[in-house]
């Protein structure tokens, strides 16, 4: 079983370009998120979708789109990429958050933007 | 703004003693998680603690809970060098409230 696949797993970016990282898990998860981990800073949570066909902003929002493309694609894009941005992003899913809540991350997208 | 703080910071021990790692957070939770991050690589979850639990084991691993001080512990006993990782606590403050991680603890254990 793959659990939770991301793709690219390195990228390096110019300031302004664009760039979606992918994420597929094949466990039948309803619920699917995307965090940055930065140096010092934990996790964050920038979207999430609770279930097929909705999408919502989590703490860091802003410069991302995301895309719930089916019950096993959750996509992130960055339209403009900024330096802020370069972080390693990290795609993960559950059953619900009604169920025990456990989290299968993938092994993270790291981004450098110039 | 992160929910849960872990305590220390940076832990180092000799390959073969306990390993305790504390988290603290601020508003009443649903449920309390540890995960472990290898260099380099996902996260991966170790142990769920429900608001309603005191203590529970996995292996190696001992997690307590106290909703009264708001804290948790995970204690790993003889420890080994492959436990050497950050780790994470991560808390849920509602049945349908999102997960929340603190910074992480840096353990490393020498052989």
């Known amino acids: 079983n793959a659990g939770v696949t991301q793709t690219p797993k390195f990228q390096v970016l110019k300031t302004g370009q664009s760039m979606t990282l992918q994420c597929a898990q094949d466990?039948?998860?309803?619920?699917m998120y995307w965090y940055r981990q930065d140096p010092g800073m934990g996790l964050r949570l920038i979207y999430y979708?609770?279930?097929?066909?909705?999408?919502d902003k989590g703490e860091v929002p802003n410069g991302y789109n995301v895309s719930r493309l089916n019950k096993r694609e959750f996509s992130l894009r960055l339209e403009s990429a900024a330096p802020s941005q370069t972080s390693v992003y990290f795609c993960?899913?559950?059953?619900?958050?009604?169920?025990?809540?456990?989290?299968?991350f993938g092994e993270g997208s790291r981004l450098t933007v110039l | 703004s992160q929910q849960g703080e872990e305590d220390p910071q940076a832990l180092s021990i000799q390959e073969g003693e306990n390993a305790t790692m504390n988290c603290s957070y601020k508003?009443?939770?649903?449920?309390l998680q540890w995960y472990r991050q290898n260099s380099g690589r996902g996260l991966v979850h170790l142990i769920l603690?429900?608001?309603?639990?005191r203590e529970k084991h996995s292996g190696r691993l001992r997690v307590t809970l106290d909703t009264s001080k708001k804290s948790s512990s995970l204690l790993i006993t003889a420890s080994r060098a492959a436990d050497t990782a950050s780790y994470f606590c991560?808390?849920?403050?509602?049945?349908?409230?999102?997960?929340?991680f603190g910074k992480g603890i840096t353990l490393s254990v020498r052989p």
């Open positions: 993960a899913s559950t059953w619900g958050s009604a169920n025990t809540g456990e989290l299968f």
């Open positions: 466990m039948n998860h309803n619920s």
């Open positions: 979708s609770a279930s097929e066909g909705t999408t």
């Open positions: 508003t009443s939770i649903n449920n």
């Open positions: 603690i429900r608001s309603n639990e």
């Open positions: 991560a808390t849920r403050p509602g049945a349908n409230s999102k997960l929340t």
